[in-house]
């Protein structure tokens, strides 16, 4: 289990104790104690964690407005504080000017995850109509140039590199010569990973730097580095100015809060993040996305684009999704097409309503249910798949004789369904924030 998935796990259990308690002072100070021990094992700084308990517990001093509990109040606090810390509700957007030639320049600590990440922001600039190209200015890891350069092949951009030259600073600078010459309006520049000690490297950094003068310089910190980030990013700024962080293996052991520092240390805000090994695990970080996966809400912005990039087919409206206005066998459909976008396991937890509820054994099986799902509709009636409320026990044992399943796998499917419609009404109804495009 990924350390991250662990957090999540950790929170969501937190407030389900608040749920069923009395909502008392006791119980409030227990769930506050609880959500400070939490950030804290996640590498949040104490300053951050102490700011957030205070208006926690400012709020529970406080009398909820009509039809709130208070239990209501100090979990939508909890949200919003959790969403603050991480930049705000507004994602921040990296701007690229479509007239000029864009120069982004990467570093990072070794092993950071450089290499793959400028690739993958290669692809992202891509999809989305620009033409970018690579530099390997990475003169001290031989491997980094045969890397960058599969990967360039593999996402079908335009590459320089150059195993002879030692000098990354000629290297950058031929590097966007040709690549202009080439008409890619995106220049991505991997460099060699460095450390805050490494004096010699930090200057060759700010040389570059100077020398290059790029649009945007972006960080690239591993999501595990922990409370070392705060330093690791001082140190960086301090020799080149940082425009935003990009946090890679958050699907790992990564604990993330070591992110959070490095935002601070630099005054940055992260642009993106890496959420697995796979070309195509990048993403915009959004700060409502990320608590809302943290929290179990699912993520629809993130589901969105992955359904966007596959070409996946619309069965239920986004629209008519959020009102819980879909029938059953909609959903499995739209879960069906689903497969396009990559692991199914993956795509259902970005679904507010899965990942609150569904054991990791679900996800992981997210196929083998998915088969089973599918024969179980086509044994319901037109009016049990408009209506599952009349589906009694003498109908699920119909139905999982018709559909060849255990009735365990008929009573899953009921469940999850409405699962998912109660979830929904009720994030809506307490206020929690749904992405929109």
């Known amino acids: 289990m990924s350390f991250l998935k662990e957090i999540s796990q950790s929170l969501i259990s937190a407030i389900n104790k608040l749920k ?12 506050i104690r609880d959500i400070q021990r939490i950030l804290i094992r996640a590498d949040v700084s104490i300053n951050i964690v102490l700011e957030l308990s205070k208006n926690l517990e400012k709020a529970a001093k406080e009398p909820p407005p009509t039809s709130f509990t208070k239990k209501d109040i100090i979990l939508k606090k909890l949200y919003d504080g959790l969403i603050e810390i991480l930049g705000g509700k507004k994602p921040y957007t990296l701007y690229l000017d479509p007239t000029k030639t864009n120069i982004l320049m990467l570093v990072g600590i070794q092993g950071s995850g450089k290499t793959t990440t400028a690739a993958k922001l290669a692809r992202y600039y891509k999809i989305r109509g620009y033409i970018p190209g690579l530099i390997c200015a990475d ?30 600073i000629k290297i950058a600078l031929d590097g966007i010569k040709y690549l202009k010459e080439k008409k890619c309006n ?12 490494e004096k010699n490297l930090m200057e060759e950094m700010k040389n570059l730097s100077l020398k290059i003068n790029p649009d945007h310089v972006l960080l690239v910190i591993d999501g595990t580095i922990g409370q070392s980030a705060y330093n690791q990013a001082k140190t960086f700024n301090e020799n080149t100015k940082i425009g935003s962080i990009i946090v890679t293996k958050l699907d790992g052991s990564a604990k993330g809060g070591g992110a959070i520092s490095a935002a601070k240390a630099t005054n940055a805000k992260i642009s993106f993040i890496g959420t697995g090994e796979g070309i195509e695990d990048f993403e915009v970080f959004n700060p409502v996305s990320f608590v809302n996966r943290l929290l179990g809400l699912g993520d629809l912005e993130a589901l969105a684009n992955r359904i966007e990039e596959a070409q996946v087919k619309e069965q239920i409206s986004k629209e008519r999704f959020l009102a819980g206005e879909f029938t059953i066998k ?4 739209q879960i069906k097409e689903f497969r396009k976008a990559g692991p ?38 037109a009016e049990e798949i408009k209506d599952p409320k009349i589906i009694d026990k003498s109908r699920i044992r119909r139905i999982s004789k018709g559909s060849g399943t ?32």
């Open 344 to 381: 199914l396991g993956k795509l259902l937890s970005l679904i507010p309503g899965f990942n609150m509820n569904l054991p990791d054994d679900v996800l992981k099986s997210a196929e083998e249910s998915l088969k089973k799902w599918e024969a179980i509709i086509n044994s319901m009636t």
């Open 139 to 168: 003169t001290y890891r031989l491997g980094a140039y045969y890397q960058l350069k599969q990967l360039a092949e593999k996402i079908q951009v335009e590459f320089y590199g150059s195993l002879e030259e030692k000098d990354s």
């Open 20 to 31: 069923g308690s009395t909502g008392d002072e006791a119980s409030i100070k227990d769930f």
């Open 330 to 333: 909609e959903m499995v459909m």
């Open 186 to 197: 995106v220049i991505i520049i991997d460099t060699a990973g460095r450390h805050k000690d």
């Open 406 to 437: 255990e009735v365990k796998d008929v009573e899953k499917l009921i469940e999850s369904y409405f699962m998912i419609k109660r979830n929904i009404k009720r994030l809506k109804r307490v206020g929690f924030a749904f992405p929109t495009r």
